[in-house]
């Protein structure tokens, strides 16, 4: 039965990584993936009774990430749709290259830490579409907001997912993810915006009338207040969590539902023509449903290789083989520019029972580091890269040859500050 297991989830890894290659979405893949491993699981043990139980408690656990980013998402495409983003975007009025690379890189980290990596990545791309005209010149900040929102992501539990599935694993708290982490990514990300500001010089290629010609749908009021709340309730969630001790779920849905009664408020007077995509109905259909899907996929994989005590013997081998949990964190970063970092930090949540590595302990945090930040080093190693890549038209090898190498400079970088931190406070 192990072998089965493995091999199929093997083979779903394959056509998940080379999802582009084989033209079958992700999603599809995890979640055939998951359906046969507990299948197999179920077919081969004696105790049908005792593999539902252990399926039902492991959906419990993954529908908080799920019901966590549903929430995340619809409040993010609501501010986008009332064109919250643009009190961000419009006040980048420089067009010296080298202030725009420290502007547009710090943007983008604390950004990203606020939102997320990839709706920070699509929205800062989108605007290097709109005020820069010279696209080899694009291509270099775009390359930067990947680092930067990969950068940014990791010191937030609701940065990235990866961190998020470890603060609500329990792996991890909010307050102490951020005092640690943060000074590794900030140095993980002013690393490569250093080297690629050096090189700049003059003044970019700009079209501003594009900025100041759009036609906004909306007053500034609605905007303004769709914004202020809807980053406040994503800023709360771990306040809520701390207050109430409730999972972080519950912080979002509390958000979300705020965000539900203001915009029906707003626009009581308004017919459902009117209302049109300023509808949480509208924000509801907008949002990346495959890939909740995908998460609800490879969620349900690891969790099968974990109750047939796989991931165990993985951590055995790996304790073994390597010895070093800061090596074997570095590893998973490596991996992570590889292969989907969600499934590694998943397994790798399955593989040490908080037990042996309790909440806050030295291998969870520099896991969410390098789990967050590796994924750069190459442009399909991040949802951030591969966002970048589909809006720009990023060739693979392009990046790695300009951008690449500089985010392994501030991935090791960050990765000694975080070492160095540690053995000294």
Known sequence: MQVLLISLFLLGYILIAFEHSFRINKAASALLTAAL?????????????????????????????????????????????????????????????????????????????????????????????????????????????????????????????????????????????????????????????????????????????????????????????????????LLMVPVFKTITHLPPYMGILFGLGLMWVLTEMIHSEKDEREKGILSVNHALRKIDTPSVLFFLGILLCISVLESTHLLAAMANWLDKVIGNISAISITIGFLSAIVDNVPLVAGAQGMYPLAQYPTDHYYWEFLAYCAGTGGSILIIGSAAGVAAMGLEKINFFWYLKKIGWLALLGYLAGAAVFILQDSLF
Not at 150 to 174: C, H, R, Y
Request: glycine share 8%.
């Open 37 to 233: 491993c507990w299948s197999v699981y179920a077919l081969f043990s004696t105790d049908k009774e005792a593999v539902t139980h252990q399926l039902e408690q492991h959906l419990g656990d993954i529908s908080g990430i799920l019901f966590f980013l549903l929430g995340a998402m619809v409040i993010v495409e609501l501010i986008d749709a009332h064109d919250g983003f643009e009190l961000i975007t419009r006040k980048i009025r420089t067009t010296d290259k080298r202030k725009l690379v420290w502007l547009i890189s710090f943007i983008t980290f604390f950004l990203s830490a606020a939102l997320d990596n990839l709706t920070t990545t699509i929205v800062l791309v989108s605007l290097l579409r709109k005020i820069i005209a010279d696209r080899q010149e694009r291509l270099l900040y775009a390359g930067m907001v990947v680092i930067a929102a990969n950068a940014g992501g990791a010191w937030s539990p609701i940065g990235d997912v990866t961190t998020t599935m470890l603060w609500i694993g329990g792996q991890i708290t909010a307050a102490n993810i951020i005092v640690t982490a943060f000074l590794p990514s900030l140095v993980c990300m002013l690393v490569p915006a250093f080297i690629i500001s050096r090189g700049m010089k003059g003044n970019v290629s700009q079209r501003p009338a594009t900025l100041q010609n759009k036609n906004f749908t909306h007053n500034s009021r609605e905007r303004n207040l769709v914004f202020w709340l809807g980053i406040g309730s």
